[in-house]
């Protein structure tokens, strides 16, 4: 369930006249079509604000989203040499033959997202023949990706559906020129959107950092620049969890294995395939920090987890002037209190913003300032504790409040359990 396609997510246009590049002997080229928009299999929702600042909710709040991120990004020489290293893992010997230029604002992509692509005058062998200039490292990758798939027969794909098939390739000095002045190709949407929540447990948890720069390359190639990251947040929700007297013990109870990390997250179950290890959590903690670096490097905006409201039974003794309920038995657990059932504040306790933000703050703390944009999943095939609107909105607020006015990410399918639509509505009212 991922929301990404080995079509490039951009629509094209070229400065002149555009002609259909000439096919390589031996490849049927057919033109690069339009991509239609991809159709998320997650809904994005903006969470409502609080009733002062409702008015800040909407396509301003989006706006103001993107120029964070812009404040945020790497510089521009970070960036060409993030794309730089893209080329040199997939296609080592034709390192020199690209040359990549980060884009001003104003520049060439105008108020746009593009790559645009043209050839370098007086290119000789062993030199730049190509000139890829983009607004982000993502995008220069992605103009890479377009000219090795359409001038020079390559597909690039994940391992298991063939890999990067690179054999076309023509020798350095002797790349196919541009037909045009240069081709232009614009991003339709601001974002493009990747991975699947328990993706995390299905492959994920079993990845080192050779695999994740592999996996990385292969998102930046894609054009996507709205990455979940996930990994190693139990480091940080145990170093929170803590700060609220909650204890090991109490969290080996709390926490699932690793393979099962995505439904404890998710409040489906507790504890089953755990405890996991100190060295683990550091582990993952310290894998995470590489990813994010990687992520940034290349102008990508990383989805960080933020509070659902799920905690563990412990809180229950540790504030029993808490709001805490206990919701019902998910699939397979069979009721067995070893592994069923899981616990989640009401979003009217103040100690639901007190966790969350506590959970946003530490996030901050251990990688910095580097999204306002989050995902947060309550009732994943679960069914919440009433189906009242009121409830269901407040829920939504005190989530919104949590991650300090920013952009949630949710599954669809977190509202298809007992949910009326009307509750749905009024959990996100702009939807």
């Not at 033109?31 to 008015?55: E, G, N, T």
């Not at 929540?197 to 998102?219: A, G």
């Not at 009217?348 to 999204?371: C, H, P, W």
């Not at 069914?383 to 952009?407: C, D, F, K, V």
């Amino acid at each position: 369930m991922q929301s990404s396609s080995s079509e490039m997510p951009h629509a094209c246009s070229c400065e002149d006249q555009r002609t259909e590049p000439e096919p390589l002997a031996g490849f049927a080229m057919r033109p690069p079509p339009s991509p239609p928009l991809l159709p998320l299999l997650l809904l994005l929702l903006l969470l409502p604000s609080p009733p002062a600042a409702a008015a800040a909710a909407g396509p301003a709040s989006l706006e103001a989203l993107r120029a964070a991120a812009g404040r945020r990004a790497a510089s521009p020489a970070t960036q060409e040499r993030a794309a730089a290293g893209v080329l040199r893992r997939l296609l080592p010997s034709h390192a020199l033959s690209f040359r990549f230029q980060i884009d001003p604002k104003g520049g060439v992509c105008g108020d746009s997202s593009c790559f645009r692509i043209s050839n370098v005058d007086g290119s000789s062998k062993g030199g730049a023949e190509i000139l890829i200039q983009g607004n982000t490292a993502v995008e220069l990758a992605s103009g890479l990706h377009w000219y090795l798939k359409y001038w020079c027969g390559v597909h690039i794909s994940w391992d298991k559906t063939g890999g990067a098939q690179l054999a076309s390739v023509p020798s350095p000095g002797s790349l196919p020129r541009v037909k045009e002045t240069a081709v232009k190709v614009e991003r339709p949407v601001p974002w493009n959107y990747y991975q699947n929540v328990v993706t995390s447990s299905y492959s994920f948890v079993w990845w080192d950092w050779r695999r994740w720069e592999k996996e990385i390359d292969w998102m930046a190639l894609q054009g996507i620049n709205l990455p979940l990251a996930f990994t190693g947040q139990e480091a940080v929700w145990q170093k929170v969890f803590k700060s609220f007297n909650v204890t090991d013990r109490d969290l080996d109870d709390f926490f699932g294995g690793p393979a099962f990390l995505a439904w404890a997250r998710m409040g489906n179950l507790h504890a089953w395939g755990g405890p996991l290890s100190q060295n683990w959590l550091d582990q993952q903690l310290a894998l995470q920090k590489k990813i994010l670096s990687r992520m940034i490097e290349l102008g990508m905006v990383p989805v960080l987890p933020s509070f659902s409201g799920n905690v563990p039974v412990a809180c229950k003794k540790l504030f029993p002037s808490a709001s805490i309920t206990r919701l019902g038995e998910w699939n397979t657990v069979d009721g067995n209190p070893r592994w069923c059932c899981t616990y989640i504040l009401d979003p009217s306790d103040a100690l639901f913003i007190d966790v969350g933000q506590a959970f946003i703050k530490q996030q901050m703390k251990e990688y910095g300032d580097i999204t306002s944009i989050y995902n947060c999943d309550t009732f994943n095939e679960n069914t919440p504790p009433t189906n009242e609107p009121a409830y269901i909105s407040s829920l939504g607020s005190a989530i919104y409040q949590a991650m300090s006015r920013g952009l949630a990410i949710l599954l669809g399918r977190s509202f298809l359990e007992g949910v009326s639509d009307e509750s749905t509505t009024s959990f996100c009212p702009n939807w």
